[in-house]
Nanobody
């Protein structure tokens, strides 16, 4: 099992910034990615950003490119999401994701408890 401890989030005005953190602990894996998803009320959970731990590849949702930056601290097994130029449409519960890759395209997901991000106009 993997435990994910999230921090950050809160209420910010449009144009402001927030930083989310997620620290992973528990079982170790050799091939995995860490990242963030979000879910707004009435909508499905959607991918935001991720970093592949083995090679450092980074991926973003198109609408956050240039505004959000994902980074990692290998020693702490922690991933960060710096969110700049926040918009009201970024309002959602943000979930940390730990995705394990296995043979034959096997994937296993672990989730944090979620942290609320609210952007006011």
């Amino acid at each position: 099992q993997v435990q994910l401890a999230e921090s950050g989030g809160g209420l910010v005005q449009a144009g402001g910034s927030l930083r989310l953190s997620c620290a992973a602990s528990g079982r170790t894996f050799s091939d995995y990615a860490m990242g963030w998803y979000r879910q707004a009320p009435g909508l499905e959970r959607e991918f935001v950003a991720a970093v592949v731990w083995t090679d450092g590849s980074i991926y973003y949702k198109d609408s956050v490119k240039g505004r959000f930056t994902i980074s990692r601290d290998n020693a702490k097994n922690t991933v960060y999401l710096l969110m700049n130029s926040l918009k009201p449409e970024d309002t959602a519960v943000y979930y940390c994701n730990f995705k394990v890759y296995g043979p034959q395209r096997y994937e296993e997901d672990y989730w944090g408890q979620g942290t609320q991000v609210t952007v006011s106009t």
